[in-house]
């Protein structure tokens, strides 16, 4: 048993990198100037922000002039779908999304259509892969955005981002992509990509919360979406968030440096949880791409079991997991990714996301498993549909 909590959250935050809070201090207290003042004191934080905003530009290929820093992942979606549909009215006022992204762009997408756009949602098939010919289908002459995320934030399913950009710019339209859960956790190449724009959240790679930034094609004008001052170029107005971004950066930079062995110990242990998961708790279904899926990613449903009982049951025995996404809890209603690749409702409701990190061990792992093990057994245990259900197929 270890020692300590085991902490398996990772898609909801992730504990700040030491490298990075060391990084942030001194903006802080000694070198604390506004970087948009022009006096002396405002030079060395100003330098910082350049130099950080290289640093991000690097890991994505991409120009420092083309990443805007916001205070997330949800302003920046916001931005880039507001902005982006506003952008390119006198083409037409359609957007096209998915069906499982996040709340962050389907509450954006619903905002949208209140104010005179039209929202077309593609499905995606079983495993949550975007269906490329329902987008095909879907695309019309007033397209002007599509919007699909990198990879899911549920069920860890990495979408073909090239081929989706591909299609959008066959047809004139631009391409954003929410990269919150995959940005410093998979490779991601812009340029190569055909990506026009790209979310991302510090918090979510061992940077601190309340920063994020904006990938913006240099070619793209984007109107701004914060108004106020002239900073981030005259597009994004408010106080620069020195030490955030100090901070974001040089967690991007530490994870970006040792991904590749990273992620082989992650999908590792990863596929050790997947492996006793299905031999050991009948009845389960895993969520999500079995192979196309993030390193630290696995989500499964379990009949006869309700999944915030299993998380606070495993909370108890210092195991800490999610049924989803931390926007959505303390919602009722099951989890619309699951629904949509087709998990009948009442098993959806049963449903956990187990997302690991670099420091997640092998004997975490196997705690783990051993706690939801007990856990589901108990109430299954207390179930008399699950009884009637085991003696029927028993019986078949």
Known sequence: ??????????????????????????YFIEQYANPSSIHGLSKSPRAAVKDARAAIAGTLN???????FTSGGTESDNWALISGMQLNESKGKHLIISSIEHHAIMETADYLKKHGYEVTKVGVDSDGVVKLDELRKAIRPDTTLISIMTANNEIGTIEPIAE??????????????????????????VK????????????????????????????????????????????????????GIVGMAKAAELAHATMAEDNAKMAAIRDHYIQRVEEEIPYCRLNGHRTERLPGNANFSFMFVEGESLLMNLGMKRV???????????????????????????????SIRVSMSPGTTMEEIDYAVDSLKAAVGTMRSLSPLYDDFVKKNRGA
């Open 164 to 189: 989706i950009a591909k299609l959008a710019h066959e047809h004139g339209a631009l391409f954003h992509t929410d990269a919150v859960q995959a940005y410093a956790h998979i490779p991601i190449d």
């Open 192 to 243: 190569a990509m055909g990506i026009d724009m790209l979310s991302a959240s510090g918090h979510k790679f061992g940077g601190p919360k309340g920063i994020g930034f904006l990938y913006v094609r240099k070619s793209i004008r984007l109107p701004p979406f914060m108004h106020g001052g002239e900073q981030e170029n005259g597009r994004r107005a408010g106080t620069t968030n020195v030490p």
């Open 1 to 26: 048993m270890p020692k300590t909590e085991v902490y398996l959250d990772n898609a909801a935050t992730t504990p700040m990198r030491k490298e990075a809070l060391e990084a942030m201090m001194p």
């Open 62 to 68: 991409a120009d420092p002039a083309e990443i805007f």
């Open 320 to 350: 800490y997991i999610s049924t989803g996404s931390a926007c959505a809890s303390g919602s009722l209603d099951p989890s619309h990714v699951l629904l949509a690749i087709g998990v009948p409702h009442e098993t959806a409701h049963g």
